[in-house]
């Protein structure tokens, strides 16, 4: 891992109070992805400010990320293929599990690697200008970055073999009925959204934000009975916590919580 104390040149980061804003910065590239891209997200999210309590995550340019950048990809040999994927499937899962609610305010493009890392963010909202693909056919590679498990789950396997055998693409609209995006809006109307679901986030309880992002996704792995005594761990345990019972009080007193 990359010393965090070393400045970011791929990707602007801003904090106000405690919503920080992350911009991917390669708009020359469509924002493509490439090693250092993805060691710069790799700092920021696996050691982010610590007044942090959500964060927004979007693209400069007018896109997202137009996914691997393909003119630095250089032919690797198996072992060191696996390698590569295995970094990119650590990083995604340190911006879902790392501990922050993560909200994505897309425009653009979302393709291939792009949304890999659109779908391991937690809301994402999507403007009129969102294409999301996964076009890897078309380039005689196959995903690398843990589109199989993330938006494969989101889609189906059919629905997502399809997508990836024809080249298809989707609106945000259609990307919305399928699930790929939570919400839909206007043209400069996603960054707004996302400020403004961010600041709802972070005024949550802490804890309960952190067992909605890790335990909700691990139920839905385990089998039935499993995933009925984790939620009873976990509904337990958000029980006994300072912010249950500030919500409780708030709501018995008809005011807004003050969650520490």
């Known amino acids: 891992m990359s010393d965090s104390s070393q400045p970011y040149k791929m990707i602007l980061v801003e904090t106000e109070a405690?919503?920080?804003?992350?911009?991917?910065?390669?708009?020359?590239?469509?924002?493509?992805?490439?090693d250092a891209l993805i060691d710069e997200l790799d700092r920021f999210f696996s050691k982010p400010p610590k007044e942090a309590k959500a964060v927004i995550l979007?693209?400069?340019?007018?896109?997202?990320?137009?996914g691997l950048d393909l003119e630095e990809h250089e032919q690797r040999e198996p072992v060191e293929g696996v390698y590569h994927s295995r970094n990119w499937h650590r990083v995604t899962e340190v911006i879902e599990f790392g501990g922050l609610p993560?909200?994505?305010a897309l425009t653009g493009a979302v393709i291939g690697g792009g949304l890999?890392?659109?779908?391991?963010?937690?809301?994402?909202i999507a403007e009129p200008s969102v294409r999301f693909q996964l076009p890897e056919g078309r380039r005689g590679i196959f995903v690398g970055g843990g589109a199989?498990?993330?938006?494969?789950?989101?889609?189906?396997?059919?629905?997502?073999?399809?997508?990836?055998?024809?080249?298809?693409?989707y609106g945000s609209e259609d990307g919305l009925d399928l699930g790929l995006?939570?919400?839909?809006?206007?043209?400069?109307?996603?960054?707004p959204l996302a400020r403004k679901l961010a600041r709802k986030i972070a005024d949550n309880a802490?804890?309960?934000?952190?067992?909605?992002?890790?335990?909700?996704?691990?139920i839905n792995d385990m089998s039935r009975s499993d995933g009925f005594f984790t939620e009873s761990l976990a509904a337990s345990m958000s029980q006994t916590t300072d912010g249950a019972k500030e919500g409780l009080r708030a709501f018995l007193e008809k005011r807004p919580p003050k969650f520490n």
Do not use: W
């Open 116 to 124: 890999e890392i659109a779908a391991s963010t937690h809301v994402r």
């Open 148 to 169: 199989t498990v993330r938006v494969g789950r989101i889609l189906g396997a059919d629905r997502m073999r399809e997508m990836m055998l024809t080249g298809r693409s």
């Open 102 to 104: 993560v909200i994505s």
């Open 206 to 218: 802490p804890f309960s934000n952190y067992l909605m992002i890790q335990a909700l996704p691990r």
């Open 18 to 34: 405690d919503i920080v804003t992350v911009t991917i910065n390669r708009p020359e590239k469509r924002n493509a992805m490439n």
């Open 58 to 66: 979007t693209g400069s340019g007018g896109h997202f990320c137009s």
């Open 181 to 191: 995006a939570h919400y839909a809006v206007g043209e400069d109307e996603a960054l």
